[in-house]
């Protein structure tokens, strides 16, 4: 049977899965891997440790839909906001600047909930923990390697974690990368933030009038939102939580600093941004070292292509831009470069 690998089960890798099932026929075998421990990449939601219904969404925030995309894009959102899984925003944001026609949309249930319902709708087999750090070209057929376990051997492989960690692949991959490429690839660039998730006991009063709000004035906060207002699910039996975003000349002076001690100091800023916040159960700390592109590879081609016979792709938001319409326009790029090559496989 003819195998397909998707290396990330963040929003570009799920929905490549989601539209290559329509491609495919019952003799090819969708495979995602992620080294993560469960699906989103930067579109994460994470669970309170001693209370998982307590969640917080650490990365993408709202989706924000531009007049161009709303009609690009309108099966997408329109998909999603028809099973509940997207929303419009009602609530308060303060500070939050909208170009002329864009408006957002929030998901009830964690922004992660967007790349799950991909991953179940395109029937892959989806492996977490499965971290790649190899791939070579063995009898025409793609050899994966993961820290841990046995290599596998793939038809198609596509790469869509972020550049940076493309370009720390070993194995073939790397001479098969031409120098142009390669000197492309290196353009690409992303910003650096943290996040703080803050998890609450359930009937815990947040007495803040809005559910988010831009920090201008901050060194080291740009964003705080309470979390579950924002998405409009407030309910008393479910712990109230908040995130906090840094600013990225922060997260780029504190990149390589132990996560424990840059908390401290986001903490110490929140209480006097905050002061009379209650006191949290949990917090979790998360460093984006990518956070959003910068520089997106030249022309923003939705992809590139490594090798064609067999087929390595990579996409992301690193080939557009960093946005829930930016991983799809590359999502769509990735599929349609392997179209005429599936009838081939079927
Ligand atoms: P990723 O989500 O990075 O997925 C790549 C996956 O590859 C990851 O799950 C990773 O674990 C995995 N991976 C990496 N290396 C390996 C390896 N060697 N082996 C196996 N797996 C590997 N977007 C919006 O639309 N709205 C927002 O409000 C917004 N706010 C943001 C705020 C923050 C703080 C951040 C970080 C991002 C934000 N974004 C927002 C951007 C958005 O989250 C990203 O554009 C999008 O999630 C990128 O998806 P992706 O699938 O291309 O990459």
């Known amino acids: 049977m003819s195998r397909i690998l998707i290396v990330g089960a963040g929003l ?8 290559l099932r329509k491609e495919v026929t019952s003799k090819l075998q969708l495979v995602v891997w992620d080294k993560a421990r469960g699906a989103g990449g930067r579109m994460s939601t994470s669970r309170c440790p001693s209370d998982p219904k307590c969640s917080v969404d650490l990365g993408a925030q709202y989706i924000t839909v531009t007049p161009d995309y709303a009609q690009k894009h309108k099966l997408f959102h329109n998909e999603l906001v028809t099973k509940g899984i997207l929303k419009p925003l009602s ?6 600047v909208m170009k002329d026609g864009s408006y957002n949309l929030v998901t ?3 922004v992660s909930s ?3 319902h991909y991953l179940s709708q395109s029937g892959a087999d989806v492996y ?10 063995r009898d025409g057929k793609w050899e994966v390697s993961c820290k841990s376990g046995s290599p596998e051997a793939f038809d198609v492989v596509v790469l869509t974690m972020p550049v940076p960690q493309i370009l720390q692949l070993e194995g073939d991959i790397g001479k098969l990368i031409n120098e142009n490429q390669r000197q492309q690839l290196e353009t690409v660039s992303y910003s650096s933030r943290y996040a703080l998730g803050l998890f609450y006991e359930a009937g815990t009063q947040i007495d803040i009038p809005w559910a988010a709000k ?3 004035d901050n060194p080291c906060i740009r964003f705080i939102s309470i979390d579950n207002k924002k998405r409009n699910v407030e309910s008393s039996d479910i712990g109230p939580s908040i995130v906090v975003h840094t600013s990225v000349p922060f997260g780029i002076e504190h990149l390589e600093q132990e996560k424990e001690d840059v908390q401290q100091v986001i903490l110490k800023q929140l209480d006097a941004i905050l002061p009379n916040l209650p ?4 917090i979790k700390c998360q460093k984006w070292r990518y956070s959003q592109v910068t520089e997106a590879f030249p022309d923003c081609p939705g992809q590139i292509t490594l090798h064609s016979k067999p087929f390595l792709l990579c996409g992301g938001d690193g080939f557009t831009h960093s946005n829930f319409d930016g991983c799809t326009e590359s999502a769509l790029r990735i599929v349609e470069t392997l ?3 599936l009838q081939n496989l079927r």
């Open 279 to 282: 006191k949290p159960k949990d």
């Open 214 to 216: 831009y920090i201008t």
């Open 339 to 341: 179209a005429s090559s």
């Open 91 to 96: 609530a308060v944001v303060e500070g939050m």
């Open 128 to 137: 977490y923990e499965r971290h790649v750090t190899q791939i070579n070209l």
């Open 12 to 19: 570009t890798g799920s929905l490549c899965a989601y539209l």
């Open 114 to 116: 967007i790349v799950k």
């Open 108 to 110: 009830p249930h964690g």
